[in-house]
């Protein structure tokens, strides 16, 4: 059964920093990709990034490129998304979903094959 959780949200000022952390089972990272999406209130869930189940291969979203990185432990069976100079329009609920490579590609929700209950970023002064 796959399971995630998610944590490490909070409240940041703009240009702060955050580090997210999404729990999983180490045979679920071992054949599964991990994405990172979002949903800001009033808008439709989007892809921030991706690491892929060899953990090599990782995508961002134009948008988030060169301010966030992804990485994974796997000792501590968990993937991280480190999000530096954090903007207001960063603000959302951040969810962690597992799927096949293919999520890494496309960000589409169908995609997933479990998802976390989410976190809140807060950016704001």
């Known amino acids: 059964q796959l399971q995630l959780v998610e944590s490490g949200g909070g409240l940041v000022h703009p240009g702060g920093s955050l580090r997210l952390s999404c729990a999983a089972s180490?045979?679920?990272?071992?054949?599964?990709?991990i994405a990172w999406f979002r949903q800001a209130p009033g808008k439709e869930r989007e892809g921030v990034s991706c690491?892929?189940?060899?953990?090599?291969?990782?995508t961002y979203a134009d948008n988030v490129k060169g301010r966030f990185d992804i990485s994974r432990d796997m000792a501590k069976s968990t993937v991280y998304l480190q999000m530096n100079s954090l903007k207001a329009e960063d603000t959302a609920v951040y969810y962690c979903?597992?799927?096949?490579?293919?999520?890494?590609?496309?960000?589409?929700?169908?995609?997933?094959?479990?998802w976390g209950q989410g976190t809140q970023v807060t950016v704001s002064s």
């Open positions: 180490p045979s679920t990272l071992e054949h599964y990709a």
């Open positions: 979903a597992a799927g096949l490579f293919e999520i890494c590609v496309t960000f589409e929700e169908t995609e997933s094959k479990a």
């Open positions: 690491i892929s189940s060899s953990g090599i291969g990782k």
